[in-house]
T-cell receptor, first 110, second 113 residues
Framework: AQSVSQHNHHVILSEAASLELGCNYS??????LFWYVQYPGQHLQLLLK??????LVKGIKGFEAEFIKSKFSFNLRKPSVQWSDTAEYFC????????FGAGTTVTVRA | NAGVTQTPKFQVLKTGQSMTLQCAQD?????MSWYRQDPGMGLRLIHY???????DQGEVPNGYNVSRSTTEDFPLRLLSAAPSQTSVYFC????????????FGPGTRLTVT
């Protein structure tokens, strides 16, 4: 199974700042890539996914992610965060089994 | 639709006790799975099922049993609880395994003393 690395354990931002969360996986081949988000007190839910095609994918709430095959990376971005983006974010990679990264806690200060 | 439901939400066990965490889904999904979430380790797959009557081990199966007698239900059994099993447990379902979105339940927070 894949090993998934998320580079930041905890990110603290002010509102309107830009956000980028790194995600790398361990080896190539055909993979499906996901970002999930867990808002405080809520279920994990899908933020966006990449299966094939355009490597820049857009998700809910203004998030986007870029798949760079040569770097085995799938980084998440948002140009301007809001207080409501405070959550834990998980990158996940699916080749034959779904593997999650350790998660990044994002705290947005008003 | 209720989606994926889990009971109980919280549980405290003593070492050596056994219990079953319940998971049910009403979306007619074939694929169901159990994860545990520990600080700094993300979600790790315990067991999964690709359909009724079929289960398989994930990354961390030791100390846990599962069965899948119906499409809807996928209970997780702790055979003899240990402090190392203190964690948050999530059940998930999806229409198929590889490549499809997982729908998660609200989680069960388990403490083993």
């Amino acid at each position: 199974a894949q090993s998934v690395s998320q580079h930041n354990h905890h990110v603290i931002l002010s509102e309107a700042a830009s956000l980028e969360l790194g995600c790398n996986y361990s080896y190539g081949g055909t993979v499906n890539l996901f970002w999930y988000v867990q808002y405080p007190g809520q279920h994990l839910q899908l933020l966006l996914k990449y299966f094939s095609g355009d490597p820049l994918v857009k998700g809910i709430k203004g998030f986007e992610a870029e798949f760079i095959k040569s770097k085995f990376s799938f980084n998440l971005r948002k140009p301007s965060v809001q207080w409501s983006d405070t959550a834990e974010y998980f990158c996940a990679v699916d080749d034959y089994k779904l593997s999650f990264g350790a998660g990044t806690t994002v705290t947005v200060r008003a | 639709n209720a989606g994926v439901t889990q009971t109980p939400k919280f549980q405290v066990l003593k070492t050596g006790q056994s219990m079953t965490l319940q998971c049910a889904q009403d979306m007619n999904h074939e694929y169901m799975s159990w994860y545990r979430q520990d600080p700094g380790m993300g979600l790790r797959l315990i067991h999964y099922s690709v359909g009724a009557g079929i289960t398989d081990q994930g990354e961390v199966p030791n100390g846990y049993n599962v069965s899948r007698s119906t499409t809807e239900d996928f209970p997780l059994r702790l055979l003899s609880a240990a402090p190392s099993q203190t964690s948050v447990y999530f059940c998930a379902s999806s229409p198929s395994g590889q490549g499809s979105e997982q729908y998660f339940g609200p989680g069960t927070r388990l403490t083993v003393t």
